[in-house]
């Protein structure tokens, strides 16, 4: 399974995080928008560089997933300096699907 964060509502409209409600990846619903919640996700494996950003990371109750980021700009920063094995990140109003790959 994947995650990505690919819902239809603008960035600028996603409410601010303090708002939001945290949630864990074995609560996500495929094909689904979670809308009004977030995910606070740490980093647990180097990110890899391919048509997205590939990496593990894991929820605040240790689950863990690939997830897998596009459309993010590394031009000016190397990758490994923006996203690194522990970074946190909070992710807002994740969408949940299959990969490519089937998983």
């Not at 495929?30 to 919640?37: K, M, N, P, V, W």
């Given at each position: 399974m994947s995650w990505g964060s690919t819902h239809q509502k603008p960035?600028?409209?996603s409410p601010p995080l303090k708002k939001l409600v945290l949630t864990?990846?074995?609560h996500l619903e495929l094909g689904e928008t979670h809308y009004g919640q977030y995910l606070k996700l740490?980093?647990?494996s180097e990110c890899v560089k391919l048509v997205g950003i590939q990496m593990?990371?894991?929820d605040h109750v240790g689950t863990q997933i690939l997830v897998?980021?596009?459309n993010f700009d590394t031009k000016d920063t190397p990758l490994n300096?923006?996203?690194?094995?522990?970074k946190i990140m909070y992710v807002k109003e994740p969408?949940?699907?299959i990969a490519m790959d089937g998983q």
């Amino acid at each position: 399974m994947s995650w990505g964060s690919t819902h239809q509502k603008p960035y600028n409209e996603s409410p601010p995080l303090k708002k939001l409600v945290l949630t864990e990846l074995n609560h996500l619903e495929l094909g689904e928008t979670h809308y009004g919640q977030y995910l606070k996700l740490k980093l647990v494996s180097e990110c890899v560089k391919l048509v997205g950003i590939q990496m593990t990371c894991q929820d605040h109750v240790g689950t863990q997933i690939l997830v897998s980021i596009y459309n993010f700009d590394t031009k000016d920063t190397p990758l490994n300096k923006i996203f690194f094995k522990g970074k946190i990140m909070y992710v807002k109003e994740p969408f949940f699907k299959i990969a490519m790959d089937g998983q």
